[in-house]
């Protein structure tokens, strides 16, 4: 077993700050059903846990752990390096793997592009979404909140380990991408439930406030809307983004 010291104690809790993380290049994972559904899909470096989950869990903790890296601690221990206010009985932390975008391997495929989602919660929950309905690529502005944050982690439940986010300037990746379609939702788009859907190409999502960017607006060829109902009628400014993301997600899944 791994010493517990205080230089770990420091670093894992630091884990929720986004210069720690890229200092580190690492992220942590908290609760049984999130560190269960991401063990084996990224590097572990330790497994911190209470005697009685880790004996809950030996088969798991035999399959993806080796060597020094399962730590045996304390609700105490775990309660100083958590982020939660009800700390779990386990944490897991990773490294964060390198992603390397390659326009040409993205291509064929239908992907969403994140322009400037700032909301940790909205972002795990589109990860979430997208995952559902069986998109494995997104496209994030440098702006988008770090999808490796905690908050984002917890709310992904899980899809995090079969979703893959790449940070860039989104213009230039969705031009790089060069797909024949690239859809946005706008007010003064086609009623999405009129429109000719693509199984493949890029289905801009716009940040909560502020919609999508004139950069990236320029990026797009089609232009959709989801209507309220009735239509015409008084009702709340906009959609909150996720909520949006599944919306039309159904649509172009024929759900």
């Given at each position: 077993m791994a010493e517990l010291t205080k230089n770990i104690y420091r670093t894992v809790r630091s884990l929720d700050e986004r210069k720690t993380r890229r200092k580190e290049c690492?992220?942590?994972?908290?609760?049984?059903?999130?560190?269960?559904?991401?063990?084996?899909?990224?590097?572990?470096?330790?497994?911190?846990?209470?005697?009685e989950w880790l004996e809950m869990h030996q088969q798991s903790?035999?399959?993806?752990?080796?060597?020094?890296?399962?730590?045996?601690?304390?609700?105490?221990d775990l309660s100083r390096m958590s982020s939660l206010s009800t700390p779990a009985d386990v944490i897991a932390v990773y490294d964060i793997p390198e992603l390397k975008f390659d326009p040409q391997?993205?291509?064929?495929?239908l992907i969403l592009a994140l322009d400037t989602i700032q909301d940790p919660g909205n972002l795990g929950t589109i990860i979430r979404v997208a995952d559902w309905f069986g998109v494995h690529d997104i496209l994030c502005s440098q702006e988008t909140a770090d999808c490796f944050s905690p908050k984002v982690i917890q709310s992904t439940m899980g899809?995090?380990?079969?979703?893959?986010?790449?940070?860039?300037?989104?213009?230039?990746?969705?031009?790089?991408?060069?797909?024949?379609n690239v859809y946005g939702t706008?007010?003064?788009?086609?009623?999405?439930?009129?429109?000719?859907?693509?199984?493949?190409g890029i289905i801009v999502i716009g940040n909560e406030g502020?919609?999508?960017?004139?950069?990236?607006?320029?990026?797009?060829?089609?232009?959709?809307?989801?209507?309220?109902?009735?239509?015409?009628?008084e009702?709340?400014?906009?959609?909150?983004?996720?909520?949006?993301?599944?919306?039309?997600?159904?649509k172009f899944r024929g759900v």
């Open positions: 690492a992220f942590k994972a908290e609760g049984t059903k999130c560190v269960l559904d991401t063990l084996g899909h990224f590097t572990l470096r330790n497994l911190f846990a209470t005697h903790v035999r399959k993806h752990c080796h060597g020094d890296e399962p730590v045996k601690v304390t609700r105490n391997s993205l291509s064929g495929r899809s995090i380990s079969r979703v893959k986010l790449y940070y860039g300037c989104l213009p230039e990746m969705i031009r790089a991408v060069g797909a024949k706008f007010l003064d788009g086609e009623n999405i439930s009129n429109a000719t859907l693509a199984d493949k502020k919609g999508i960017s004139a950069e990236v607006e320029a990026t797009v060829s089609e232009r959709l809307l989801i209507p309220s109902y009735p239509e015409g009628q009702t709340g400014e906009s959609l909150n983004a996720a909520i949006a993301t599944a919306i039309t997600l159904a």
